[in-house]
């Protein structure tokens, strides 16, 4: 009656949404596997969570990030489980899916299965949850507190240790690194398929953040700066042309 939703999605790409749902634990009889009967429960599982749209024999590999993880949630909700364990659940989802996700939550709570969500993103336990309980370094530091009325503070207090007053240092104002060394220049970078025509430069002493969905190219865009993917452009570092 436990199962688990890891942050890390374990299905498999290659095999069908009911396939998935039903693995390890396939509907059949006499060792035959009874596809349509799986079909069949899968889109009654679907839904159950408000997602019809999602084709039992579409390939997962084919969903976006949020329609595997409400196939993950189906999967779990394949074996009656009376509670579910969401590990990071948002962590690869866009705001409006992340809204969807909560509605579907709400939806099983009502239908009497128990949830354990865990985050860091404290605005989201305050949304979605009833009771926080507080890790800090593997031990439980404190049970019980009410989601919608602790303070951030106070749970930010508990899992670190001290008050954090502020966060970051103070922002420099704009501008404040021009005329400061180029460490990176990055010009026109492609890769067919995954990104195309990026340009950047990065000055001594600034951060710079590269933002965007799962799927949306920020990590190929790193992997062909280092040189593990091999893409067109030109990748400039303190002045010498990388190969």
């Not at 439980?140 to 007053?165: F, H």
């Not at 025509?197 to 865009?221: K, P, Q, T, W, Y």
Request: glycine share 10%; net charge neutral; charged share 25%.
């Amino acid at each position: 009656g436990i199962a688990t939703i890891y942050q890390e999605l374990d299905l498999v790409d290659g095999l069908s949404v009911a396939e998935n749902i039903y693995l390890g634990h396939e509907r059949a009889r006499l060792g035959f596997s009874r596809r349509g009967e799986a079909e069949r429960a899968a889109a009654e599982l679907l839904g159950r969570l408000g997602h019809g749209e999602i084709r039992p024999r579409v390939e997962v590999g084919r969903l976006s990030p949020a329609h595997k993880q409400i196939v993950s949630m189906a999967r779990a909700l394949s074996h009656s489980a009376r509670l579910i364990i969401m590990d990071e659940p948002s962590a690869a989802l866009a705001h409006d899916e992340v809204d969807n996700l909560f509605r579907v939550i709400r939806d099983l709570t009502a239908q009497g299965v128990a949830v354990i969500y865990i985050s860091h993103r404290l605005e989201e336990i305050r949304q979605i949850g009833d009771r926080v309980t507080v890790l800090k370094d593997g031990a439980t530091v404190a049970v019980g507190l009410p989601a919608k009325d602790t303070p951030t503070q106070q749970i930010v207090a508990l899992m670190t240790g001290r008050n954090v007053e502020y966060v970051f240092p103070p922002r420099p104002e704009v501008g404040a690194h021009e005329g400061r060394d180029e460490v990176l220049r990055v010009e026109h970078l492609s890769l067919p398929g995954r990104f195309a025509d990026v340009s950047f430069s990065i000055r001594a002493g600034e951060i710079v953040g590269l933002a965007g969905l799962v799927g949306s190219g920020r990590s190929e865009i790193v992997e062909a700066i280092y040189g593990a993917r091999r893409a067109t452009g030109r990748v400039v570092l303190d002045g010498q042309v990388v190969r």
